[in-house]
């Protein structure tokens, strides 16, 4: 009997187990990405911020970020934009993204809590948070290609 119980009290926390969330909470599922770069190109897994609500929040409270992971900021229309790092936990690398792709201004090594405002020189479509020190060490630079279906070439 006492075996029997011992079986079905593992059942239960494999059930549970099975059911934890594998991201952290609030994140929704990730898409695929790939930046092409000189230097060849480099996927990364997405989250996608295409809300008012979702764009808010961002990373914020976030105390890691996978290496090839990050997020996808999309606008409904092409805006200078404007972030800062309130309660984001990580430093970031922030590509400013034109409508067709090409990326059109970046900043290296956003600092947490900062409330600094950090706005691209035009504007963009899109903006993409992945870890920092990644642009610099992939060899990312103004004018690569971001490939995602948000992304019109030609546009």
């Known amino acids: 009997m ?9 059942a239960v926390i494999v ?12 994140a929704d599922a990730a898409e695929t990405l790939r930046i092409v770069t000189q230097n060849g190109h480099f996927t990364f897994d997405v989250e996608i911020a295409d809300t008012p609500d979702k ?9 890691s970020m996978a290496e090839d992971a990050g997020m996808l900021f999309i606008f409904e229309r092409d805006q200078v934009a404007s972030f ?18 090409r990326i059109a201004d970046m900043h290296r090594n956003a600092q947490p809590h900062s409330l600094r405002s950090i706005r691209s020189k035009m504007p963009v479509f899109a903006v993409l948070e992945i870890n920092a020190g990644l642009t610099a060490r992939l ?9 995602h279906p948000a992304f019109k070439a030609g546009d």
């Open 2 to 10: 006492a075996a029997r119980r011992g079986v079905g009290f593992l």
């Open 15 to 26: 059930l549970l187990a099975g059911l934890a969330p594998a991201r952290p909470a609030g």
């Open 55 to 63: 764009r808010a929040r961002g990373l914020m409270f976030r105390e």
């Open 84 to 101: 800062w790092m309130k309660n984001t936990e990580i430093p970031l690398d922030m590509l400013f993204i034109a409508r067709d792709g």
């Open 139 to 147: 060899g990312i630079r103004v004018g690569d290609r971001v490939e």
